[in-house]
């Protein structure tokens, strides 16, 4: 008797101890921390359904990635039947199919803690599921591999028959810290299982780069920001090429309600304001721009930024009305503001760029000369400054020359695409001075700075600066590429006989000329200098006929011509 009585008891401790074993006392208030998803496509119909849990108080949970992929919303049930939106993707891998989220969170939300070491082979491990019931009852495993996939993460094989109502449950070691979670199994009736680690899950994050995401992008739920201003900065400045305007308002909303004291942040909304081109959205800049001030900790630069955005405003007005205060002189009211606490060129330079677009160019040519005296002197403030100087009255057009040489200097052989537009510059200011050799030399370093990648027109300026410095052979062979590249242009058609007729080449000339009358029956000029080239060759009576038509079409140069060859 005395043994059956000990064999009962002693079965009753093993019962009582297996059960301890499987439902551990963390378990019940642990249980709270999972929950239930439902996630939804377009159209607003379930999608998919599954597990995920907490691992912080402030709602970032994990799941499956499949339960999320094409997803357009999604919502948890949590422990206690309360239904709470999803309301950010903070990470995702489909490789490892995990996903980082956050939901609305309350008061209640209680959260995993993640274990401060891995699994060892051998260890008991619990699987706790999502359950409304009072009690909760874990399941146990153990764990059989543990593989290392990065820093702190893990990737455990686990002795344990789980199935589809597991995946994304938490695996737990026996002080209540969350190892991973289960993922989907080949079989129901596989003995083994997998679970990839919660630290890894934890440390998914938004990046910068992280719109070119293809997993991230394959989740139709808004994304979060990256965890820090900087890197959450870039991630604007990629969406502002990846968004429409709506899609990156909200975007700029997010920034601003995680990072509320960020200057930047109200300017570049501000800017995207100022696109939709209306007083309603207009006002909403005005505010921002004002708080950006408000907010700043440089309030120098935030200045500068506000007076470039308004002079690029206005700028981009044309003779449209600018709204409320904004024009010329309020930019430049605020540049001079900031020049006055902190005197940087760059502020000089804007200040420059606000008098030239005033016609203020005696002033803006002092702010650009200020500039070019200092350390951030360029290529392009060198122009800025010849530019400027070109149109103040009375100067003399070797100082704009001057200027163009310094600019060009800030280059070295090879000269690249980068120098081109600076050579071209000085050559079309050569030439109009009469330097037409010297253009030509420009004409060529520009040429061949960009490859020979030109336009007809190209060809067509630098034949013209061969000609009046009797290059003729280098003039003619432009004129042949620019007619080449656009054989319906008439007018390339006139300036190719023109050419021809200077250097005596008659048959050629005509032969262009009559292409020309051909494309165009009303060319003018073509008849008269088609009865020039007649002329030449003896044709009196057709050069005539082709004078009178030339005059008939209103040309005013050919009545000399009549008088001397026609009479």
């Known amino acids: 008797m005395r043994k059956k009585v000990l064999l009962i008891l002693a079965c009753g401790i093993a019962t009582q101890l297996s059960y301890a074993q499987a439902t551990p006392k963390w378990a019940d208030k642990a249980k709270k921390a999972v929950f239930s998803i439902v996630t939804y496509d377009k159209d607003n119909k379930i999608k998919n359904t599954g597990n995920g849990f907490y691992i912080n108080e402030n709602g970032t949970a994990l799941s499956d990635y499949t339960l999320f992929e094409g997803a357009e919303r999604a919502v948890i049930i949590n422990a206690d039947s309360k239904e709470l939106p999803v309301l950010r993707i903070l990470g995702a891998n489909s490789m490892y199919d995990i996903v980082k989220f956050n939901t609305e969170a309350d008061k209640k939300t209680i959260a995993l803690k993640s274990a401060s070491q891995p699994a060892s082979v051998g260890e008991t491990v619990y699987l706790l599921p999502y359950s409304t019931q009072k009690a909760a009852t874990c399941q146990t495993g153990t764990v059989t591999k543990v593989d290392t996939i990065g820093d702190k993460a893990y990737y455990y094989t686990l002795a344990m028959t789980t199935n589809e109502k597991t995946v994304s449950c938490p695996i737990m070691n026996a002080n209540g810290e969350v190892l991973g979670l289960i993922q989907k199994n080949a079989s129901d009736e596989a003995k083994e299982s997998y679970a990839i680690g919660a630290t890894y899950g934890a440390s998914l994050s938004i990046t910068a780069l992280s719109l070119n995401d293809m997993s991230l992008n394959k989740i139709g739920i808004k994304k979060g920001l990256p965890e820090t201003e900087d890197q959450a900065l870039v991630y604007l400045f990629m969406a502002s090429s ?326």
């Open 242 to 567: 990846q968004q429409n305007q709506n899609e990156y308002i909200t975007t700029l909303n997010d920034f601003l309600e995680q990072y509320p004291n960020s200057a930047d942040g109200y300017i570049r909304r501000a800017t995207t304001y100022m696109g939709f081109s209306d007083d309603e959205h207009n006002a909403l800049a005005d505010a921002d721009l004002k708080k950006a001030l408000e907010v700043t900790t440089n309030k120098s630069e935030t200045q500068y930024n506000i007076a470039k955005l308004i002079y690029s405003y206005i700028i981009s007005l044309g003779d449209k009305k600018p709204y409320g205060d904004w024009s010329y002189d309020k930019a430049l009211s605020i540049i001079h503001d900031a020049m006055q606490a902190d005197n940087q060129p760059i502020y000089t330079q804007l200040e420059g760029d606000i008098l030239f677009a005033m016609k203020k160019y005696p002033e803006a040519y002092a702010a650009y000369e200020k500039v070019n005296q200092s350390s951030i002197a360029s290529a392009a403030t060198f122009y800025s400054a010849a530019k400027t100087k070109q149109l103040i009255e009375g100067t003399d057009m070797n100082e704009v020359i001057a200027l163009m040489d310094s600019a060009v200097a800030r280059f070295t052989k090879p000269y690249t695409s980068e120098a081109a537009p600076y050579f071209y510059e000085r050559a079309e200011i050569k030439a109009q001075t009469g330097k037409y050799r010297e253009a030509v030399i420009d004409y060529d370093t520009f040429y061949d700075a960009i490859g020979g990648r030109v336009t007809a027109a190209f060809y067509l300026q630098r034949e013209q600066a061969e000609i009046q410095c009797k290059m003729y052979q280098q003039a003619i062979n432009d004129i042949n590429k620019a007619v080449e590249m656009t054989p319906e242009d008439v007018a390339m058609w006139v300036e190719k006989g023109s050419v021809h007729l200077r250097v005596g080449q008659h048959n050629e000339a005509i032969e262009a000329l009559e292409k020309a009358i051909s494309l165009d029956p009303k060319a003018a000029a073509a008849y008269r200098m088609l009865g020039y080239c007649q002329i030449q060759l003896k044709k009196n009576k057709e050069a005539c006929a082709n004078f009178a038509k030339a005059k008939e079409l209103g040309d005013e140069v050919v009545d000399g011509l009549i008088q001397k060859y026609c009479k």
